[in-house]
């Protein structure tokens, strides 16, 4: 257990619908990441929020957007859900800093949306 | 931008046996980090082992380890005595500093077959 918490496991929905995914951090983790995983393929980032403040983008599309909130939890909105949507999505935190900040990132089990 | 480079789609190996993953990667700094993380059929992403940069030993974790050439860029693992249960996806990740992202390979599939 990497002490990483994301909801829902799995998600089903059409294409057109928007939908939340839930991401808590590990206690004391600063920030929080996400990356989508296609079908067999490797992890993409999206976008990091360090203690509430966007710290880096990646290759996240308009329709998605993140927030971090105060008591650190976050969540990726993906509005406009089209087919090549589906996917893994993961969340990751890390320590941010300090002799006990060895750069790992530790992953939920991600959410699995369906876009049908 | 960083990039990391995984050559080996799939591999399979007989249960006992050695195999290694190869990852590249491309940066001009000097200091990073580097990882290996597992994904098995449960989808966890799982810390295999990682290695700093400024550090020439190899990072080794029980019957994994890695071969770290800095000036080739290459960061490969080695698993000894494999097991069934290492069957999994591997992806190498490259990270810049603590606190930022990790860029990730686009993975091997290894099989360890009985």
């Known amino acids: 257990d990497s002490g990483v918490t994301q909801t829902p496991k799995h998600l089903i929905t059409a294409t057109g619908q928007r939908v939340t995914l839930r991401c808590s951090p590990r206690s004391g983790d600063l920030s929080v990441y996400w990356y989508q995983q296609s079908l067999d393929q490797g992890l993409q980032f999206l976008i990091q929020y360090y203690n509430g403040e966007e710290r880096a983008k990646g290759n996240i599309l308009e329709r998605f957007s993140a927030q971090q909130f105060p008591d650190l939890h976050s969540e990726l909105n993906l509005s406009s859900l089209e087919l090549g949507d589906s996917a893994l999505y993961f969340c990751?935190?890390?320590?941010?800093?300090?002799?006990?900040?060895?750069?790992?990132?530790?992953f939920g089990e991600g959410s699995r949306l369906t876009v049908l | 931008a960083q990039t990391v480079t995984q050559s080996q789609p799939e591999m399979s190996v007989q249960e006992a046996e050695t195999v290694t993953l190869s990852c590249t990667y491309d940066t001009s700094e000097s200091n990073y980090y580097l990882f290996w993380y597992k994904q098995p059929p449960s989808r966890q992403m799982i810390l295999v082992i990682r290695?700093?940069?400024?550090?020439?030993q190899n990072a080794t974790e029980n019957r994994f380890s890695v071969n770290f050439q800095k000036a080739a860029k290459s960061f490969s693992l080695k698993i000894s005595d494999s097991q069934l249960g290492d069957t999994a996806m591997y992806f190498c990740?490259?990270?810049?500093?603590?606190?930022?992202?990790?860029?990730f390979g686009g993975g091997t599939r290894l099989m360890v077959k009985p």
């Open positions: 990740a490259f990270g810049q500093d603590a606190g930022n992202m990790l860029t």
């Open positions: 990751a935190s890390s320590v941010d800093g300090g002799v006990k900040d060895t750069g790992e990132l530790f």
């Open positions: 290695q700093e940069a400024y550090k020439q």
